[in-house]
């Protein structure tokens, strides 16, 4: 009985080479180990890729907040330094025009640079933002 099994078992290829199934389920148990570790490879690789853009996108953020808010307490310093000394009315006007100006940009500056930012640094974000433009030009 055990004999004929073996003769089930084995399998002579084209070149006159006889196998085992045993041996032909071994290399196709590799072959299967291999597409797994593809598959984690490539899982890890997206990761890293995503990883990376959130870096990116996180030190942008950072930059524009420091930038944004970094102008307030300059230009409260200046005004604290600079408010003994006797200034014009024309250097008046500029200074209270240059405050006036500047202080709603940087807040709207602050507030929308999350958007830019993203849109700039992650190309993920800049496709989902196409497509939910492209669906609601259809509409």
């Known amino acids: 009985m055990y004999r004929r099994k073996k003769e089930m078992n084995d399998l002579q290829n084209d070149d006159g080479i006889t196998t085992t199934a045993a041996a032909d ?15 984690q490879q490539k899982q890890q690789r997206h990761t890293k890729k995503r990883d990376s853009q959130l870096v990116v996108m996180l030190l942008a953020e950072i930059i524009a907040y420091l930038i944004s808010t970094f102008l307030f307490p300059t230009n409260d310093l200046y ?10 009315v024309e250097r008046q006007q500029i200074e209270t025009f240059i405050t006036y100006i500047a202080r709603p940009y940087l807040i709207v500056l602050n507030a929308c640079s999350t958007f830019f930012v993203w849109f700039a640094a992650s190309k ?10 492209h669906y609601y030009r259809k509409r």
Do not use: E
């Not at 389920?25 to 598959?39: C, H, L």
């Open 124 to 133: 993920k974000f800049r496709n989902d933002f196409k497509q939910y433009l």
């Open 25 to 39: 389920s071994t290399i196709n148990a590799t072959n299967g180990q291999q597409f797994v570790r593809f598959q």
């Open 79 to 88: 005004q604290t330094v600079t408010s003994h000394v006797q200034k014009s």
